[in-house]
Every structure is written in structure tokens, then in C-alpha cells.
């Protein structure tokens, strides 16, 4: 595993990301009514979508398409904001890519691959030799370089990137069936009885859903895809199988690529595709030592930096004290005679006086008025809390106004505010 910045080596100065960013991500309920999955706030001030970015960026690969679909506005207008520094005078481009009926007047992007395939002629125009397809929906850091370099020293038709997870926890994955030589004989998606890794049967390779290929031989597969009227059109569905099957695949652990700073216990990527996942992987931040190291500066997160002025705690009074113990305060925060335990807080939260947060994830310009109590809440953009509410103690009663996970996670918005009133 990486444990410093990648050396933007010859392969990723020939290469281009391809970052298929637009699924919805249903699992997160109503934080994704307004945007796509990628474009949800994570740890504080980043979107999810930044983390393939940067290690795009980071990776020395300079080429960046982003495939948009569900409600992208706020993914595109984020994009526009922070992505905004590449210079084409030096070959370097981000470019959007929304589904725009360009092949088809009564046509989106049908599936992972058809995003590609409707874009074939944007990518033959930057004449990249390789192509990395990622997800653009996963937090983790990772050195597409490393990737890279095995897929062309394999000889590989196609490289999946795959992260070692026990079997029990692999049916919710699209797995790869491996021999000694890391070639897969077999993809299954969502098995019940997931196929172990050679020498470690308890273990097995579930797909990151991050793709290599040489360009040339992905558009030739593109085309042969397009003309199936049997496919689905999708990556995991149809064109890794049918390379399995036909071509060479092999698999790629990330534990190889992982980029770590030294603090971090193992490898880390996230799904974070269901509130309980997002609640955990950004209370997660908060902890001593995190499992994810997002302060290392040789291998930054890069987002749009929002210019805001620093956070604020105010008022030294018994039962009100602004105070934030075990926890992280963006930019633009005051903490009004509040008190703040185990919780992260985006740009511009407003917690007001009496008011108590304890495992608190609060996306930006909430605002908590005056003696609410928040426990294990994730809190949507904007949401403003009425005095005195109380919710996180009571799973019965929060059912009744708000979203109620299984693992116990109260989401509010500020529609279900709204209807308190009617």
C-alpha cells in the first residue's frame, strides 16, 4: 500500500477518469430528493464526488470526464466552483458530461456503460491511450497510477479495482471469482454464497467498481455492447462478465494503491450508500485517530473552498457555555451557549443557546434553536430546528415526523419541519 502522493508517472499522463456520477443513490432516502449521491456533503466541507477527483488529480491524471444524470445541479454547480483550475493549454480538462440525448432525441444514458458509449467522441478527442472508469460515489484514497501499471505489465483486457471483504458481508457486492494468478474466472453479482480468495477462503474481492482498459479496445467493446440488444448496458451487469468470459480479466486488491498517511489501521473505502453508513463513516471523523485521514497534505481532498470566517463559541455561563468536545466545526459555525459532543459540523451551522448535539451530523446552514437536544441525527441542508424540539430518544415518536433508519439514525429535513406546523 501507497503511503505518500503518487509520482504522476508516464501511464496516468496518458490516461484520462471517467467518472460515472449519475446514479441517485436511493438508499439514502431524502438526502438525495435535491441531488445525486456523488454530490452529498461529506466530513465537513467536502462532496462525496471529490474523493475520486482528487485522487484522479493526486494520481497525475490530468484528463477528468464527469457523467452526469439524476438531478445534477448542485453536482454540476459544485463542479464548476472547485473543479474549475485545470488549464487546457496544458492538455488538462474536467469536462461535464450530462445526459443530453445526443445520440438519441428520446434517449438518456441507458446504463453505466451506455454513459461511456454516448461519449465516445469526447474521449477520442483527448487521445488518451488508457482509460480509468470510476464511480464516482465511494470515499476513499486510492493511486490510479499503481492500477494502471499492473493492467498494462498483466497484458489485461480489463483490470477491476476490488476491496478483500469477509464472505458473510460480500452478498451485497458484485464478487470476483479468482484463480492463483489473480485472473477472474467468474463474476457473480450478489451471491449467497460468495467464492473466497485463493489461500484465503474467508475472505473475498468485491468490485470498487473502478474499470482499466486501453482506450482503444474499451471503444471497440463499447460499439460491440451497443449493438446487443440483449444488454442492460451496464458494467457490472454485462461488460465485465462478457470480458470474463471472452477476454482477460484480472483483478486489482487495492490494498496495493491504498494510499495511508501512517495513523490509518487498514486500507479505507466506504459505500456510505445508506444513512446509517453516512452517519458512522462522518461521526467516524470525529474519533482520536479516525480509520480515514482526511488532514494529510500529500494527498489532498481538493473541493471548492468556500470563503468563510472562522468558527465561533460564545458565551461562559453555567448552562450556557458554547463548547464542542470529540468534535469537528467548519468554517462559518457558531456555538451559541450550545453544547456539542461527537458531532460534525458543515460550513455555517448555527447552534443557539440550551441547545445539546450528541452524535450529530449537521450538513450546511442548519440552524439549532434554543434548547433542542439532537441525539444520533443526521440534519439535511438548511434544516432549522424549532425551539425546544427534541429527537434521537424516542424511536417511536421520531417515526411519526421523521426518518427512522434500522440502525437508529433520525434524519430530518426541512419539509418534515415544515409539516410539524401543519
Known sequence: MK???????????????????????????????????????????????DFALSNAVNSGIRRIGVATQYKAHSLIRHLQRGWNFFQAERNEMLDVLPASQRVDEGRWYLGTVDAVTQNIDIIESYGVRYIVVLAGDHVY??????????????????????????????????????????????????????????????KALASMGIYAFETRFLIEQLHRDAADPESDHDFG?????????????????FSDSCVMTGSEPRPYWRDVGT?????????????????????????????????????????????????????????????SGSNVHQSLLFTGVHCR?????????????SVINRNARLTRVVLDRGVNIPEGLVAGEDPEEDAKRFRVTHGGTTLITQPMIDALGG
Open 237 to 253: 451487469g454485462d461488460l465485465i462478465p462478457y470480458l470474463v468470459e471472452n477476454g482477460k480479466a484480472v483483478v486489482h486488491r
Open 3 to 49: 503511503t505518500f502522493a503518487g509520482t504522476s508517472g508516464p501511464l496516468t499522463r496518458q490516461s484520462m477518469a471517467f467518472v460515472l456520477a449519475g446514479g441517485r443513490g436511493r438508499r439514502l432516502e431524502e438526502l438525495t430528493d435535491r441531488r445525486a449521491k456523488p454530490a452529498v456533503f461529506f466530513g465537513g466541507k467536502s462532496r462525496i464526488i
Open 275 to 335: 444513512v446509517d453508513s453516512f452517519w458512522l463513516a462522518n461521526i467516524d471523523l470525529t474519533e482520536f485517530e479516525p480509520e480515514l485521514d482526511i488532514y494529510s497534505r500529500n494527498w489532498p481532498i481538493w473541493t471548492y473552498a468556500e470563503v468563510t470566517p472562522p468558527a465561533k463559541f460564545i458565551h461562559d455561563e453555567k448552562d450556557r457555555r458554547g463548547s464542542a468536545v470529540s468534535s469537528m466545526v467548519s468554517g462559518g459555525c457558531i456555538v
Open 353 to 365: 443557546s440550551g441547545s445539546q448535539l450528541k452524535g450529530v451530523v449537521a450538513l450546511p446552514n
Open 141 to 202: 484514497k486510492m493511486d490510479y497510477g499503481v492500477m494502471l501499471a499492473q493492467h498494462v505489465n498483466s497484458g489485461a483486457d480489463v483490470t477491476v479495482g476490488c476491496i478483500e471483504v469477509p464472505r458473510a458481508e460480500a452478498t451485497g457486492f458484485g464478487v470476483m471469482d479468482v484463480d492463483e494468478s489473480s485472473r477472474i474466472v467468474r463474476f457473480v453479482e450478489k451471491p449467497a454464497d460468495p467464492p473466497g480468495i485463493p489461500g484465503d477462503p474467508e
